[in-house]
């Protein structure tokens, strides 16, 4: 059996154990429609208040004018690594509903996309989620109401020499978490 990549402190899913956020990433690698759109198939069902769904996904795959266009919204760093993903997504979020603030929408957004990295990990395909980009580049019709909330990027990890030193290095630094003891506040 394999080592988990991330050193948890109790057995947790291999899924969650071994999931990670790559910049280095195969040029090679191409996401097929059908992979695309059981992402988004896990991201639907993911639980959301009232089962409102307040979240959009605007995506395009390695190629396409919107992985273009994405791609110049983001900030130059998140350039010099997303040229070589598969496939590049905003998320957006429906922060006001029927003309009222709708307070869970960035909540419920995290767990569609969250749901959408699980399957996306089930699938053999790193997921890379940022925010560092330039909204008002974006040169989409984004929906009344609706935010751009970050951006993902999906593809196969891949650490060969094309892919430039310092993303490599960084790759490779050791990931680490705040205890349990840290985030659980109150405990019986």
Do not use: C
Request: aromatic fraction near 10%; charge should be negative.
């Amino acid at each position: 059996m394999a080592t988990p990549r991330n050193a948890t402190t109790k057995p947790i899913h291999d899924l969650l154990a071994d999931r990670w956020s790559p910049r280095g990433f195969d040029a090679s690698f191409e996401i097929s429609t059908e992979q695309m759109r059981t992402l988004f198939e896990a991201a639907r069902w993911s639980p959301s208040a009232f089962n409102a769904q307040p979240w959009a996904f605007i995506a395009g795959r390695r190629g396409t004018d919107t992985f273009q266009h994405i791609h110049d919204g983001l900030l130059p760093f998140n350039q010099l690594w997303t040229s070589r993903v598969s496939a590049l997504v905003l998320t957006l979020a429906q922060v006001v509903r029927d003309g009222e603030p709708f307070a869970t929408a960035h909540y419920d957004l995290g767990q569609a996309v969250a749901h959408l990295t699980f399957q996306a990990e089930a699938l053999d395909i790193d997921v890379h989620q940022m925010t560092g980009f330039d909204r008002e580049k974006f040169e989409f019709e984004i929906p009344e109401g609706y935010e751009i909330v970050s951006a993902i990027a999906l593809g196969r990890y891949e650490d060969s020499d094309e892919i430039p030193e310092k993303i490599r290095e960084r790759d490779a630094s050791p990931r680490s978490r705040k205890s349990v003891e840290e985030i659980v506040l109150v405990r019986d």
